[in-house]
T-cell receptor, first 118, second 108 residues
Framework: EAGVTQFPSHSVIEKGQTVTLRCDPI?????LYWYRRVMGKEIKFLLH????????ESGMPNNRFLAERTGGTYSTLKVQPAELEDSGVYFC????????????????FGPGTRLTVL | GQNIDQPTEMTATEGAIVQINCTYQ??????LFWYQQHAGEAPTFLSY????GLEEKGRFSSFLSRSKGYSYLLLKELQMKDSASYLC?????????FGTGTRLKVLA
């Protein structure tokens, strides 16, 4: 079974440009998450999709970030315009639907996209 | 507020035992995960604790005390391939709240 894949693995752009990151979750996983790790800091939650709906986007830093998951399959995260502080590693994770009453929610992570804004 | 603390770095010798601690203060708790991450790779699942006590899985064990907000990951019979970052993550509903991770170096 294929794991979570992310594209590109690296991206170097200039301040003010636009970048779009893509995540392909494990097939059949309803839940999709975006996280970000800025240098020297912990991995931080950005947002959570359940199928195509945004369940929680409380971690999105500002309106320069736009995430979509059309059709409930792959997701994109667009940064427009990019700023220096957006540099970091962006991780995507997915998990299957949690059945009623269950607490276990193992998330499967992709290898991340390393974004460098110059 | 929400806070998860782990040591930044640890060093141990091949064949030894190492314990990586994690303390947490979160507004909700629905389980604690440990993940392993090699440089440039995806974090991979190691263990999950939601009840107090010890969970053992081969060379790795994880312990949880909910009343103390404390967990540890115990790695036995260390191997060179165990050199990696170890991430503690607490979940309330769906999202994970991570610690900064502990970088473990295993020396020959």
């Amino acid at each position: 079974e294929a794991g979570v894949t992310q594209f590109p693995s690296h991206s170097v752009i200039e301040k003010g440009q636009t970048v779009t990151l893509r995540c392909d979750p494990i097939s059949g996983h309803d839940n999709l998450y975006w996280y970000r790790r800025v240098m020297g800091k912990e991995i931080k939650f950005l947002l959570h999709f359940v199928k195509e709906s945004k369940q929680d986007e409380s971690g999105m830093p500002n309106n320069r970030f736009l995430a979509e998951r059309t059709g409930g399959t792959y997701s994109t995260l667009k940064v427009q315009p990019a700023e220096l502080e957006d540099s970091g590693v962006y991780f995507c994770a997915s998990s299957p639907r949690i059945r009623g009453g269950a607490s276990y929610n193992e998330q499967f992570f992709g290898p991340g996209t390393r974004l460098t804004v110059l | 507020g929400q806070n998860i603390d782990q040591p930044t770095e640890m060093t141990a010798t091949e064949g030894a035992i190492v314990q990586i601690n994690c303390t947490y203060q979160t507004s909700g708790f629905n389980g604690l995960f440990w993940y392993q991450q090699h440089a440039g790779e995806a974090p991979t699942f190691l263990s999950y604790n939601v009840l107090d006590g010890l969970e053992e899985k081969g060379r790795f064990s994880s312990f949880l005390s909910r009343s103390k907000g404390y967990s540890y990951l115990l790695l036995k019979e260390l191997q060179m391939k165990d050199s990696a970052s170890y991430l503690c993550a607490v979940t309330g509903t769906y999202k994970y709240i991570f610690g900064t991770g502990t970088r473990l170096k295993v020396l020959a």
